[in-house]
């Protein structure tokens, strides 16, 4: 399966920006819609923004004017983030949809990263 590797989380100031980064490695799938969840404190999981093969995106309404995603053909993800907030502070998973192709039809699979941590605080 195809396992997401995710860098650059970390601390800043409220203002501030932080680019998320995530790679895809090894894998026999096609890797479909990819994207950011994030999970703050005390709160559960939720969408941040997602992007399809040909680019499409879809932005939660918290984060948009001021999150951007992007992706490379080869399946490596950013996410710009600028003017944070302290509200922003939780731990960033990248999701990736991964469709395998077996003989007997295909089987579509989530994969998740193991989190990067990001906190505003002044």
């Known amino acids: 399966q195809v396992q997401l590797v995710e860098s650059g989380g970390g601390s800043v100031q409220p203002g501030g920006s932080l680019e998320l980064s995530c790679r895809t490695e090894g894998g026999i799938g096609t890797i479909n819609t990819m994207g950011w969840y994030r999970q703050p404190p005390g709160k559960e999981r939720e969408l941040v923004a997602t992007?399809?093969?040909?680019?499409?995106t879809n932005y939660a309404d918290s984060v948009k004017g001021r999150f951007t995603l992007s992706r490379t053909t080869a399946n490596s993800l950013y996410l710009q983030m600028s003017s944070l907030d302290v509200e922003d502070t939780a731990i960033y998973y990248c999701?990736?949809?991964?469709?395998?192709?077996?003989?007997?039809?295909?089987?579509?699979?989530?994969?998740w990263g193991q989190g990067t941590l990001v906190t505003v605080s002044s």
């Open positions: 992007i399809t093969t040909s680019g499409s």
């Open positions: 999701h990736a949809d991964e469709v395998i192709h077996y003989l007997g039809g295909d089987r579509n699979f989530e994969r």
